[in-house]
């Protein structure tokens, strides 16, 4: 079965910084359209960035380039989110997904597996 972990969430002050981690079994990881999203209480979900893994082609969601970035580790088959500059607008539970649709333009909402989530909180 197909299953995603997220780790690494936990409680920092503004301006502190982050990596979140996601280990992907029972898929093929290379190249496979994963990403990483975040809600928040009373807030629709958000697409934060997507990777096409394998070739590594990235995209950021355009409010978060420069403080977010996301990469890959082929060999151990996940994918990370490094927040930097973090802000007490970014305290979300953030989610892990995969094979969903890939653009290098925009965040398409249509992932087909998720993981539990990890919960990132920042304070002022």
């Known amino acids: 079965q197909v299953r995603l972990v997220e780790s690494g969430g936990e409680s920092v002050q503004a301006g502190g910084s982050l990596r979140l981690s996601c280990a992907v079994s029972g898929l093929r990881f290379t190249g496979n359209s994963m990403g990483w999203f975040r809600q928040a209480p009373g807030k629709e979900r958000e697409g934060v960035a997507v990777?096409?893994?394998?070739?590594?082609?990235?995209f950021v969601a355009d409010s978060l380039k420069g403080r977010f970035t996301i990469s890959q580790d082929k060999a151990l088959n996940t994918i990370y989110l490094q927040l930097n500059s973090l802000k007490p607008e970014d305290t979300a539970m953030y989610y892990c997904?995969?094979?969903?649709?890939?653009?290098?333009?925009?965040?398409?909402?249509?992932?087909?597996?998720w993981g539990q989530g990890t919960q990132v909180t920042v304070s002022s």
């Open positions: 990777i096409y893994t394998g070739p590594g082609a990235t």
């Open positions: 997904a995969a094979g969903g649709s890939w653009s290098d333009r925009e965040i398409i909402d249509d992932f087909e597996y």
